[in-house]
Structures are given as structure tokens and as C-alpha cells.
């Protein structure tokens, strides 16, 4: 059960109710309780991580993994652990992304820069400088200022689906439900 109740989906404004009945996903209806000006341009700022940004989708993937794993929200991490098998992850990836070291040739190169940026980022609020030039060998500029986003973004929401108590959806997200999102 919630900690905050959802909204009444009837009460929202249309371009909010709209939102939020066709992404169809608990933490989306919650986050809806947001002053709708915020909520509507919110929405569509993190949309375009997966729908047009240039950094690989098994890249974010792991951030926002890892985003979630160390906060401890599970709706995060059951949600986009489907999502990253689509991308090309595999169990022993997923596996690695959970641990706070990564086994020997289970990551590429760059996944496991991205890993440990992430981890970096997330915990120290700041990744070292031989994290940072680790991964700037696979990422240019503006893949990069993404991955950063994308990590900030899902620190976020991990905390606000914690404290508002947003419950795990019945269904998983998948790269169905990506191309949904490009509707």
C-alpha cells in the first residue's frame, strides 16, 4: 500500500491525466500529485532519454540500475531489469550491476566504466578523475552530460518512489513498452 495515497486520475488536469493514463505506471501516477507544470515538462525531459538520446541503451541501463540497487528501490530495479535484458544485458551483467565489484569479462570495457562512474557519482555525489577519463575513452560529450543526467534523474525518482510508497506495477517494462513511449 502507498504511503501517499495516488491522485484521483478524474481530478487531474487533461494534459496531466493523459500523461499518466498512457504511460500507465504507478510511480508516474503518483509523481502526478506534482504542481501539473512541472509534472508536464518533467515527463517529457525523462521520455527523451529513451526515446532520442545518443547514449547506448545498455549504458543506461546499468546507471539506472545501479541507481536504483543503491538505493534500495525495487520498483527501479524490477521494472528496468526487463528493459536491460532487452538491451542486451545478461544475467550475469545484471548480476555484476547488483555487486559492488564486477567479476572479470562479464561487462565490456564500456560497461564497466559506466558501472563504475555510476557507482562513483551516486555515492560520492562526484566521480574521480580516473573514472571520469575511463569513461570519457567511450563516451563523448554529450553522451556523457546524458549518462549524468540519467543517474541524477533515477537518484530522484528511486527516492521519491521510497517515500511515497508507489507500488510495483503488475507488469514490467520492456522495449514494448519503450516503443510505447514513442507514441
Same mark, same amino acid.
Given at each position: 500500500?502507498?504511503?501517499?495515497?495516488y491522485?484521483?486520475?478524474?481530478?487531474l488536469?487533461?494534459?496531466?491525466?493523459?500523461?499518466?493514463?498512457? *504511460?500507465?505506471?504507478?510511480a #508516474?501516477?503518483?509523481? !502526478?500529485? =506534482?504542481?501539473? +507544470?512541472?509534472?508536464?515538462?518533467?515527463?517529457?525531459?525523462?521520455?527523451?532519454?529513451?526515446?532520442?538520446?545518443?547514449?547506448?541503451?545498455?549504458?543506461?541501463?546499468?546507471?539506472?540500475?545501479?541507481a536504483?540497487?543503491?538505493?534500495?528501490?525495487?520498483y527501479v530495479?524490477r521494472?528496468?531489469s526487463?528493459? *536491460?535484458?532487452?538491451?542486451? #544485458?545478461?544475467?550475469? !551483467?545484471? =548480476?555484476?550491476? +547488483?555487486?559492488?565489484?564486477?567479476?572479470?569479462?562479464?561487462?565490456?570495457?564500456?560497461?564497466?566504466?559506466?558501472?563504475?562512474f555510476?557507482?562513483?557519482v551516486?555515492r560520492?555525489?562526484?566521480?574521480?578523475?580516473?573514472?571520469l577519463?575511463?569513461?570519457?575513452?567511450h563516451?563523448?560529450?554529450?553522451?556523457?552530460?546524458?549518462?549524468?543526467?540519467?543517474?541524477?534523474?533515477y537518484?530522484?525518482?528511486?527516492?521519491?518512489?521510497?517515500?511515497?510508497?508507489?507500488?510495483v506495477d503488475?507488469?514490467?517494462?520492456?522495449?514494448?513498452?519503450?516503443?510505447?513511449?514513442h507514441?
Amino acid at each position: 500500500m502507498s504511503r501517499i495515497p495516488y491522485p484521483v486520475i478524474e481530478q487531474l488536469p487533461d494534459t496531466v491525466r493523459k500523461t499518466v493514463e498512457h *504511460a500507465n505506471l504507478n510511480a #508516474l501516477r503518483m509523481f !502526478a500529485h =506534482a504542481t501539473p +507544470e512541472a509534472f508536464e515538462h518533467f515527463y517529457p525531459f525523462m521520455r527523451a532519454f529513451f526515446t532520442v538520446s545518443k547514449l547506448p541503451a545498455d549504458l543506461r541501463q546499468i546507471a539506472v540500475l545501479r541507481a536504483g540497487h543503491i538505493a534500495g528501490c525495487y520498483y527501479v530495479t524490477r521494472q528496468h531489469s526487463a528493459l *536491460a535484458r532487452d538491451v542486451g #544485458l545478461t544475467e550475469a !551483467a545484471l =548480476a555484476a550491476i +547488483e555487486q559492488d565489484v564486477s567479476p572479470p569479462g562479464v561487462l565490456t570495457p564500456a560497461q564497466h566504466a559506466t558501472l563504475v562512474f555510476a557507482d562513483e557519482v551516486i555515492r560520492n555525489a562526484n566521480a574521480s578523475d580516473t573514472a571520469l577519463a575511463e569513461l570519457r575513452r567511450h563516451l563523448d560529450d554529450n553522451q556523457l552530460m546524458d549518462l549524468m543526467m540519467v543517474i541524477g534523474i533515477y537518484m530522484m525518482l528511486s527516492r521519491l518512489i521510497l517515500t511515497s510508497g508507489a507500488e510495483v506495477d503488475a507488469h514490467s517494462m520492456g522495449t514494448s513498452y519503450l516503443d510505447h513511449l514513442h507514441n
